[in-house]
């Protein structure tokens, strides 16, 4: 390693009393060179987001405390530091990338200003070269027509394209140390792989150490010197990234690492002689969109054309990018929005052209397990109400509909006392699990999950991706799966549909797509998974 930017000494961060453990982090010691990427991975809980918080003195102060340790940057104790001093390092010699950048992006701040915004707090520059400095930036993270770019606001840009202003913006006054805190969790494989290679070449441009904050292993196989692993506030770990990798010394690294799907399709063959449940005929929605300042009014085909056939008992899945219209066909499916035109034929009912009246009968037997475990569950709602809300819906008495979800809660994994407790109260995949319960709650023929565990840690991803596949079995389901995470439609799909800018550009068996992709976005989407080699080259580690 080369001389450290800055060093982490024995970093303790308490918690609040009553909390389940005492300290967020305890003992830390890490160090960071220059040109050099250090990784922290492990599940949420295990102290990698505080570290970096306690790194900016941005922990909430009447939640955690730093008790012991120091954070030494340029012979300063940062941990000791007064807030005018903190604020001199923050953004200027210690910047950070948030994990979502529409959360951290303001909505009524052009992306020009809110950069200008990060300069003007440490320099004094006039305008015309404030606005030539951004542009230039950027260019840097190679975003389309600066100019035209630095006047947008957020929610004019793409997912990719705003964590490429997360990044301009961090490195604006150019740090020596970048923070990148789950950077690219939300993105789909190709843009993930473009933010990865950028940031490696403007570290290595730039000459500036990167932390890197992440609990997805193909991302540390993709760009980590170095592998820290951490797990309920300690480092269990620490190693460059072909020991790690190699031979992983603690039996937790060990579980994370076998935790990670397989890029491989090893699923004994499904009937496919069996009826179909489900077939799409010349599925079609297009929508509109607003006229804006930077935009003209134009039609997007979000399903154009699409015709598909899942038979009973068949995991189907559907894989591409952010926009290739993959949850708009979800909604079709399950009618929470009308087709432009074409056929849902389910069980031998076209649901297409039905209204509510007439969809209510099929309400109980197409269900959806939502993609935010946080965000489709009711948080004024115990977890007995939200479970048992269809049910009652269809006319079953409310104690019966509770004794239900008590049994349902059981099927998922949780204890049937959860019913009395409330959403807040649960971690992302006990909510998942929840959600899946209150799917299962209308005893439904045709389960649709939109990625369900693309915000979940791999470990609770695994564990929810094989609850799926057990209840699958069980139950007789068939399900349609919705991801952009191609290693989880290698594990548990039978059949794959590739989709890009709403039509269906592959359409085969698991082990023949992955095995031999024919179209050409098939391939590139397999070429762009993060640790696509080291997951290829992966030993069978139990």
Known sequence: MTAPVLSIEGLTVDLPEGADRRHAVEGLDLAIGRHEIVCVVGESGSGKSVTAQAILGLLPKSMLRISAGAIRYANQNLATLDPPAMRRIRGARISMIFQEPMAALNPVLTVGDQIAEAIRAHETVATPALHARIEGLLASVGLPDPPLLRRAYPHHLSGGQRQRVMIAMALALEPDLLIADEPTTALDVTTQMQILRLLKEIQARRAMGILFITHDFGVVAEIADRVAVM??????????????????????????IAAVPRLEAARPPYDAAAPAILRLTALEKSYGTSRALFRRRRVVRAVANVDLVLRQGETLGIVGESGSGKSTLARLVVRLIRPDSGRIDFAGTDLAPLGRAALRPFRRRVQMVFQDPFGSLNPRWTVGDIVAAGPV???????AALAKAADLLSLVGLDPAALRRYPHEFSGGQRQRIGIARALAMDPELLIADEPVSALDVSVQAQVLALLADIKARLGLSMLLITHDLRVAAQVCDTVAVMRRGEIVEYAPAAMLFAAP?????????ASIPGRDWSANQTGMA
Request: glycine share 10%; net charge positive.
């Open 393 to 399: 819906a269809q006319g079953v008495a409310k104690s």
């Open 231 to 256: 797990r309920h506030g300690r480092k269990v770990e620490e190693g460059t990234t072909a020991e790690v990798f190699g031979a992983p010394a603690h039996p937790y690294t060990r579980a994370l």
């Open 518 to 526: 024919a179209h050409p976005y098939t391939r590139e989407l397999i």
